[in-house]
């Protein structure tokens, strides 16, 4: 687990608002190998081969196919430093194989994926994205189902169940204030406070968190979700984008409270 600096307590502080916190997993996935010509197989075709033998045959001759192509190609949206902490795991197992990791936003990788899939590259083996990006690729058939031998070990709802996506974090949603206009006294006790007119103009939203919206969708219904960003936005929220910088300019009294900031936890 990776573990979160606070902000200075006298400046910013950071509250749970819903006795159920939203977690959001980072899809992993195989993408399919599959090649134009007729001849070659998809990677989940490739693992077909495997699923006959036993767990410690299994791993030898996956260990041994690793070593033989030496690299794998690393598609994600996480910082650099979290990859390094995958990586490092991954090495330590597996000094043989290379991991090249290519980092962007969710919506230029879901293009960069798409584009290279139309155009005939097939250079990526795995990917990392959230809620509905992952879901555009796998609706488009470009993920390959794949078990670890570990697979039996990952708790229920951390792994897709036919296979195709398993969480690597989870995204705990929470909301920071700072503490120089906001007392403990007058902190909202849940979110539906936050749309008291006393909050108005002073709120920070992050206009591209989808994710956000859709644990709220889960806990809520899809309905009442829309009808509180719709009265959310009546109060004209500060909408922005990027964590880091968020919670700068919340320390330095930009506006008073950020909604849907994320506190990663690696599993």
Same mark, same amino acid.
């Given at each position: 687990?990776?573990?979160?600096?606070?902000?200075?307590?006298?400046?910013?502080?950071?509250?749970?608002?819903?006795?159920?916190?939203?977690?959001?997993?980072?899809?992993?996935?195989?993408?399919?190998?599959?090649?134009?010509?007729?001849?070659?197989?998809?990677?989940?075709?490739?693992?077909?081969?495997?699923?006959?033998?036993?767990?410690?045959?299994?791993?030898?001759?996956?260990?041994?196919?690793?070593?033989?192509?030496?690299?794998?190609?690393?598609?994600?949206?996480?910082?650099?430093?979290?990859?390094?902490?995958?990586?490092?795991?991954?090495?330590?197992?597996?000094?043989?194989?290379?991991?090249?990791?290519?980092?962007?936003?969710? %919506?230029?990788?879901?293009?960069?994926?798409?584009?290279?899939?139309?155009?005939?590259?097939?250079?990526?083996?795995?990917?990392?994205?959230?809620?509905?990006?992952?879901?555009?690729?796998?609706?488009?058939?470009?993920?390959?189902?794949?078990?670890?031998?570990?697979?039996?070990?990952?708790?229920?709802?951390?792994?897709?169940?036919?296979?195709?996506?398993?969480?690597?974090?989870?995204?705990?949603?929470?909301?920071?204030? #700072?503490?120089?206009?906001?007392?403990?006294?007058?902190?909202?006790? %849940?979110?539906?406070?936050?749309?008291?007119?006393?909050?108005? #103009?002073?709120?920070?939203?992050?206009?591209?968190?989808?994710?956000?919206?859709?644990?709220?969708?889960?806990?809520?219904?899809?309905?009442?979700?829309?009808?509180?960003?719709?009265?959310?936005?009546?109060?004209?929220?500060?909408?922005?984008?990027?964590?880091?910088?968020?919670?700068?300019?919340?320390?330095?009294?930009?506006?008073?409270?950020?909604? #849907?900031?994320?506190?990663?936890?690696?599993?």
């Amino acid at each position: 687990m990776r573990h979160v600096s606070r902000p200075r307590p006298t400046t910013t502080r950071t509250k749970r608002l819903l006795m159920h916190p939203y977690f959001v997993v980072c899809i992993i996935a195989f993408l399919a190998a599959q090649s134009y010509a007729a001849s070659e197989k998809t990677a989940g075709e490739v693992l077909k081969r495997y699923s006959r033998l036993s767990l410690e045959e299994r791993r030898r001759a996956l260990e041994a196919g690793a070593k033989q192509e030496g690299v794998v190609a690393f598609y994600g949206t996480i910082g650099a430093g979290e990859a390094k902490i995958l990586i490092e795991s991954f090495h330590k197992r597996h000094p043989y194989v290379s991991v090249r990791y290519t980092r962007s936003g969710t %919506s230029p990788l879901l293009s960069r994926i798409l584009a290279e899939y139309r155009g005939g590259k097939r250079d990526v083996d795995v990917i990392n994205l959230t809620g509905a990006t992952a879901f555009v690729v796998m609706e488009r058939g470009l993920v390959d189902p794949y078990f670890s031998s570990e697979s039996s070990m990952i708790q229920s709802g951390l792994m897709h169940p036919k296979g195709l996506w398993v969480a690597v974090e989870q995204d705990l949603h929470v909301v920071g204030y #700072n503490t120089r206009f906001v007392s403990p006294a007058s902190l909202p006790r %849940s979110y539906h406070d936050l749309l008291d007119k006393r909050w108005a #103009n002073s709120v920070s939203l992050d206009q591209t968190d989808e994710d956000w919206l859709q644990g709220l969708a889960n806990e809520w219904g899809e309905a009442k979700a829309v009808e509180f960003v719709r009265s959310l936005m009546q109060l004209q929220p500060k909408l922005q984008r990027g964590p880091s910088l968020r919670a700068q300019l919340l320390a330095a009294g930009e506006f008073s409270i950020a909604l #849907n900031r994320q506190v990663t936890r690696h599993r």
